[in-house]
């Protein structure tokens, strides 16, 4: 069942034999290779997601609510929003998964302008197909290595972007061409002065790679950077702000995280209380009481 399969009504049909085939505790509906290995796509409890042969999820969409944000990482990578007005300009996304962050900023944000950079143009293929991304004239796709392509336009990206969200992971884990310092540079340097980088990690606090992300992002951002952790998960999201994006008062943040709330349906007074809980040695310095 590889592409010689097709899909019709949620089965997979070779030659009018249509069969169900089940896979990560749900129903496989869409299988395919491509140089960088399996994309499988499947279906639970009316929620659909994208896997890379592995049982984690890169991406998920609700069937019946296909705008919301199904998974708590991605949602937590929506906390910059406490810290910024709405989007009206340019914005950069490293890994697009199945659209999920860069549909919800197409929707919420008119006015907003977005690249993505995406390894996979089989990736790109099944979030058109499968996760809804729309074709749109704000939406700048380029297929690419999302590391080196960064680091090769430093110049031509050079304070363009106001956020920069990276969420660039294999089916092992954080893909190489981010997993050094000079990415981090590049991620600093396309910025605007009050540009935030909002990036998610894997493993915990005592993971080796994180600490050593969390060490670069320090140094790069001079320690105006913090760490939310998501509940439940492996996932921590970090925020790294440059050295002009920091004027806050924790009442004004706190009266913010509620409007948000009733905007989007998203959890932003508990992504503040997390974020004041778990980086004493930021927060204060980045957030008047």
């Not at 810290?83 to 944000?109: M, Q, R, V």
């Not at 297929?143 to 969200?165: A, C």
Request: neutral net charge; aromatic residues 12%.
């Amino acid at each position: 069942m590889m592409e010689s399969s097709c899909l019709y009504n949620g089965r997979h049909c070779f030659k009018a034999k249509c069969v169900f085939m089940y896979k990560y505790n749900g129903m496989l509906i869409y299988q395919s290779h491509d140089d960088d290995g399996v994309l499988e796509v499947v279906e639970r409890d009316g929620v659909r997601s994208l896997h890379f042969g592995s049982y984690p999820r890169q991406s998920s969409m609700s069937l019946d609510f296909p705008d919301n944000l199904e998974l708590a990482y991605v949602r937590a990578m929506t906390a910059w929003m406490l810290f910024k007005e709405p989007l009206s300009d340019e914005a950069l996304i490293i890994g697009l998964g199945g659209g999920s962050l860069t549909k919800h900023l197409l929707y919420h944000f008119p006015d907003c302008r977005l690249k993505i950079i995406e390894c996979r143009h089989s990736v790109v293929k099944i979030a058109r197909s499968h996760f809804g991304l729309p074709l749109d004239a704000r939406l700048k796709i380029i297929v690419d290595d999302g590391g080196r392509h960064l680091r090769q336009r430093v110049e031509t990206y050079h304070q363009r972007f106001s956020v920069l969200l990276v969420d660039a992971f294999d089916h092992e884990g954080m893909a190489e061409s981010i997993n050094n310092k000079a990415f981090f540079e590049a991620c600093q340097a396309v910025l605007k002065p009050d540009g935030m980088l909002v990036i998610n990690l894997w493993g915990g606090t005592s993971n080796p790679l994180f600490q050593q992300v969390a060490l670069w992002l320090g140094q790069i951002f001079h320690w105006n950077i913090l760490f939310l952790p998501v509940l439940g998960r492996g996932n921590i999201i970090g925020i790294a702000f440059n050295q002009a994006a920091f004027n806050f008062s924790l009442p004004a943040l706190r009266d913010k995280a509620n409007q948000l709330e009733q905007q989007f349906q998203i959890e932003f007074p508990t992504f503040l209380k997390d974020l004041k809980k778990h980086n004493s040695s930021t927060f204060d310095k980045l957030i008047r009481s």
